[in-house]
């Protein structure tokens, strides 16, 4: 028997680096649901139900692939990892069959990074980057490599994290940057600068490899004004992805008007059920499992917005609907600690104007 209150059951799949359509065969011993994970809590399928002496064949395909974090030394990855949460009692097999197909490979930091998770699981305590929600919402045909990792800016990730798939990337592949967080805390990456030049740097790599490429721009921290508006911190970061993407013709997705719209709705209050809370803990830069589920879907509806190719035609437009929270009137908030939290994250490309009205930035 395994539960979401224990460690998920995992099933190791000796393999070398590539892609995997992957079977799972799970029989329920008693009425449950269960969820699938892979490698680093890459999202599969969650609770799916299933009935007392039912068996139920999953079938998804998965990317295996080496990593190198910064700080670390270069890891390979020999194995592919299928993890199964259930409440009741089952019993599961796995097995996998090499395929040949696109690879989605991700360059980001925590907001869009895998994330572990703590046990007895709850999803709002545990963090979540968009990038490992991505696989859920996908068809068959297609698999996700994300590279992003906590703390990483661009200069950051180029020096490190890229030497794991620089020589794999290959034509018909794509390419999903975004970045910005930390970049804000490096003088030499302010941005317009160091960092606009780097996103130019993932652009003409890809073009040599013959892949595709998405910009993104950073998803906004939810620091709010008194009036319910969200603090002018990243606008210059999202304004210079945008202006890169243009110049250069590619497709840009912005998360950070989607986060800002959709948070601004929800108000300070709701607005963090999306992000990370445990107890009197409050994060206002990265999402939980909930936040991070939300954030995928907002920018596969924006790929299919846009028909951004080849990634709009393997997107499952029945999995990315979003309910828009709304804030209850007359939610208060006190903001003070929002204030106080800007000063320990050692930010220091910021806008002369913190207090700006961030509204006029939607263009």
């Not at 009197?280 to 028909?307: C, K, P």
Request: hydrophobic share 35%; glycine share 8%; with cysteine.
């Amino acid at each position: 028997m395994i539960g979401y209150e224990n460690e998920p059951l995992m099933i190791s799949l000796r393999v070398p680096n590539g892609n995997y359509e992957v079977t799972v065969s799970v029989t329920a011993h008693e009425d449950t649901v269960f969820s699938i994970r892979t490698q680093t809590r890459r999202f599969v399928l969650t609770d799916e139900p299933i009935k007392a002496g039912e068996t139920k064949d999953i079938v998804f395909d998965v990317n295996v692939c080496d990593y190198h974090m910064a700080g670390e030394e270069f890891h390979k990855v020999e194995t592919l990892d299928v993890l199964l949460l259930c409440d009741g009692a089952v019993t599961a097999t796995a097995a996998a069959t090499p395929i040949d197909v696109p690879t989605i490979y991700i360059a980001g930091d925590s907001t869009v990074t895998d994330q572990p998770a703590e046990y007895p699981y709850v999803p709002s305590e545990t963090y979540c980057g968009w990038g490992q929600v991505l696989p859920e919402l996908l068809d068959p045909g297609i698999t996700v490599s994300n590279h992003a990792q906590s703390g990483s800016s661009t200069a950051a990730f180029i020096g490190t994290n890229l030497n794991a798939f620089k020589d794999k990337i290959k034509k018909g592949n794509i390419l999903i940057c975004e970045f910005g967080h930390n970049d804000q805390k490096v003088k030499e990456l302010d941005a317009y600068g160091g960092y606009a030049e780097r996103l130019r740097y993932f652009v003409r790599l890809a073009r040599e490899k013959g892949a595709y490429v998405i910009l993104n721009s950073p998803i906004n921290r939810i620091i709010f004004e008194k009036d319910g508006t969200l603090k002018n911190l990243l606008g210059e970061y999202r304004n210079a992805v945008r202006d890169v993407a243009k110049e250069m013709d590619v497709p840009f997705v912005d998360m950070w008007q989607l986060t800002t719209d959709y948070f601004e709705k929800a108000g300070p209050v709701k607005s963090w059920c999306f992000f990370r809370c445990k107890g009197e803990e409050r994060d206002y830069t990265h999402t939980n499992d909930i936040g991070g589920s939300l954030i995928a879907r907002m920018f596969a509806q924006e790929v299919v917005r846009q028909g951004i190719e080849p990634l709009a035609s393997f997107i499952d437009e029945d999995r990315i609907s979003i309910e828009q929270v709304v804030a209850d009137e007359g939610d208060a908030f006190d903001n003070s600690a929002m204030t106080e939290h800007i000063k320990n994250i050692g930010l220091v490309n910021v806008p002369e104007d913190l207090d700006a009205d961030i509204t006029g930035l939607r263009k």
